[in-house]
């Protein structure tokens, strides 16, 4: 007999077992835990005393499913304990904020998941990246946030959800918000529908004309692609704002500041006070660790941003690659927010609110000033994700509110409209801007198309372990690239 699974009633699955019949059910509702605090390291194959009761309505259902089975009656009952981490995925990799220790635990499905897992794992410890992205399994994708009560309110979702349709973009909601931004009241008052990410609650899209204040669940395309179609032709054509709170904030400073970050880069890092780099850290495999932009502020203090997710791991990797005590790294994500300010009226709408000169020449493209917004003193970075004109404007929390009450203020003759992260992705892919989901440690800087933002004869991971571009193959691929793009433009010739 085939496996079969019915995900609205039976809630599980139903399958042979030698010549019996096997009923797995995973109840949506009131599921139970155990072991909170810690698994006991006596408990090897431990079972528990059935209770119908809680699988009662579920398992009705499958005697309904399979009749047969309500006149051949239960010969026996498994009831066990099963690992579910916050997001249903297991922990492999390095526990985060120390060196030399690793994870291989939180495994529903060992039989399933076991062998590729623990041979990336093997291939993380040995040679200090895996040959595929363990993003999602990496321990550091949960932050401090991650305390024990919510862990098992998350754990109990899970657990609920293993039955049901894993529909794109699906938005787990318990145990939310978590980490809110000083804008989230403002913002969801205006239909934002959030996502949670690394913690903080980032608007994906904004519910207007009668359109329902929810996910939209489906495979094809629903009436929040009209949403986003429409934030995308205001930032298009006019001016767009988001709330970008969520990105990882860095500052590192000291006297060895320039010297950590210089040997952890591929790029050129910024020469002069105020001046800005895109560049990326990578793995001693030669293959991409993270992306992150670094704003010089002064001789000696960067201030680094990067996605959300990746905080921990840039906080790992500048702290496990620093060779002396020159450098201090903090992490300013809990009390900074920003801004995203684009469109070709942009530079109207900032004009409107501050005295600071913003024509290309007194503030020129990948360059920082500090300016001021409604009496708060700002960093405004002149660069775009959504590849126009515009700013990210990064200050403390407490500040947030007035800049952003006094942008929308001055932005409503322009047209202003509120954007999330749907909108924000889909101009970033227009315009072929790589984002995080391109840029892992599957693919080295030639193969993802970003050499541009590299020097290839700089040493990286300074020290001794230090590594060269071209040791690992770069200059060999960028003269493949340039002769393979040479031939072709002789050939359109």
């Not at 791991?313 to 496990?320: F, P, S, W």
């Not at 709408?349 to 920082?368: E, G, I, K, Q």
Request: with cysteine; proline share 4%; hydrophobic share 40%.
């Amino acid at each position: 007999m085939p496996v079969i699974r019915d995900d609205r009633k039976v809630s599980g699955y139903i399958r042979m077992e030698q010549k019996k019949g096997l009923i797995g059910i995973y109840e949506k509702a009131n599921p139970n835990t155990v072991w909170e605090d810690h698994c006991p390291w006596e408990a090897e194959n431990e079972l528990f005393e059935a209770d119908y009761d809680r699988v009662m309505p579920w398992l009705e259902e499958a005697m309904v499913r399979m009749p047969i089975f309500a006149e051949l009656g239960i010969t026996r009952d498994v009831h066990g304990a099963i690992s579910h981490p916050p997001d249903g995925n297991p922990l492999i990799g390095p526990a985060p904020g120390v060196r030399n220790y690793w994870c291989c635990c939180g495994t529903q499905i060992g039989i399933g998941w076991g062998p590729g897992l623990t041979r990336e794992l093997a291939r993380w410890m040995v040679y200090g990246a895996a040959d595929i992205s363990m993003r999602d399994y990496d321990p550091r994708r949960f932050g401090s946030y991650a305390t024990k009560d919510w862990q098992v309110v998350k754990a109990k979702e899970d657990y609920c959800l293993r039955h049901e349709i894993p529909f794109p973009h699906f938005n787990r909601l318990a145990g939310r918000p978590v980490k809110p931004s000083p804008l989230y009241d403002v913002l969801k008052a205006k239909g934002a529908v959030f996502e949670e990410v690394y913690g903080v609650e980032r608007s994906r899209w904004f519910a207007r004309d009668g359109v329902a204040q929810e996910d939209h669940y489906a495979f094809r395309r629903t009436v929040v692609d009209d949403m986003v179609a429409a934030d995308v032709k205001a930032v298009r054509e006019r001016v767009g704002i988001m709330d970008v709170t969520a990105f990882t904030k860095v500052l590192v400073e000291g006297p060895g500041a320039y010297d950590l970050l210089d040997g952890l880069t591929a790029n050129r890092m910024p020469q002069k006070d105020g001046s800005i780099t895109l560049t990326h850290m990578l793995n001693r495999r030669g293959r991409i660790e993270l992306e992150t932009t670094i704003v010089r502020l002064a001789e000696d203090r960067f201030y680094l941003v990067c996605a959300a997710f990746f905080e921990q791991r840039l906080l790992d990797h500048l702290a496990q690659n620093r060779e002396a005590e020159g450098a201090t790294i903090t992490a300013r994500s809990d009390s900074w927010g920003a801004l995203s300010l684009n469109g070709p009226r942009s530079r109207d709408v900032l004009a409107a609110c501050t005295d600071a000169r913003l024509d290309n020449t007194a503030f020129r493209w990948l360059s920082a000033q500090e300016i001021t917004i409604a009496g708060h003193d700002v960093w405004a970075f002149r660069m775009s994700y959504a590849g126009e004109l515009g700013w990210e404007l990064h200050m403390p929390f407490a500040a947030m509110r007035d800049v952003y009450d006094a942008l929308w203020a001055a932005g409503e003759a322009h047209g202003m409209a509120d954007y999330g992260s749907f909108a924000m992705n889909v101009m970033r892919m227009e315009k072929g801007f790589k984002g995080a989901g391109e840029l892992t440690n599957e693919v080295t800087l030639a193969e993802a198309d970003v050499l541009r933002f590299a020097r290839t004869d700089k040493d990286y991971l300074a020290g001794t372990r230090r590594s060269t571009l071209t040791c690992h193959g770069f200059a060999p691929i960028w003269r493949s690239i340039r002769m393979e793009r040479t031939t072709a433009t002789a050939a359109k010739r």
